[in-house]
């Protein structure tokens, strides 16, 4: 028996880093498609962003609406300085959006009007494999 939990132990941390370094993959490829879509937003191309973000995001939001938004939600901080990513946190599940693969990241970012604003976005991994944004928040 003590042999027995001996292997199940020693094969469980055999699979911890490949499990991790399949995570690691994951969370880089979300930080691509993250951004590539937030260098839209810095370019004031919101309709722009909304058409490379996933369709739970679309669906949440008309791409003309998304595109006022856009503007009017990043016009007082003015024009996009720096950005510095803080953390990323791959997930299965967030409250309140469907079932699936996501990376939460949030940056701490420049603006000409705003030092350190906080910037968190969303990717969703898609069934093609590809990473979507499907969130966005600034404050």
């Known amino acids: 028996m003590k042999a027995i939990a001996a292997f ?5 941390s055999l699979a911890a880093p ?3 370094a399949q995570e ?5 490829a979300a930080r691509e498609a993250a951004d590539r879509w937030l260098a839209a937003m810095d370019a004031g191309k919101a309709v ?3 058409d490379e973000a996933a369709p739970a995001m679309q669906a949440a939001v008309t791409r003309d609406a998304w595109g006022q938004a856009g503007a009017q939600v990043r016009a007082p901080f003015g024009a996009f300085s720096a ?3 803080v953390s990323s946190v791959y997930t299965r599940a967030i409250p309140g959006a469907p ?3 996501y990376v939460v990241m949030q940056y701490t970012t420049d603006f000409a009007n705003r030092a350190g604003a906080v910037e968190t976005v969303t990717p969703m991994r898609q069934p093609d494999g590809s990473w979507k944004v499907s969130g966005y928040y600034i404050r």
């Not at 199940?8 to 469980?12: G, R």
């Not at 690691?24 to 880089?28: I, L, S």
């Open 83 to 85: 950005r510095k990513l």
């Open 24 to 28: 690691d993959a994951k969370v880089a």
């Open 48 to 50: 722009e962003a909304w």
């Open 18 to 20: 490949a499990l991790h």
């Open 8 to 12: 199940v132990l020693a094969a469980a």
């Open 99 to 101: 079932a699936g693969e």
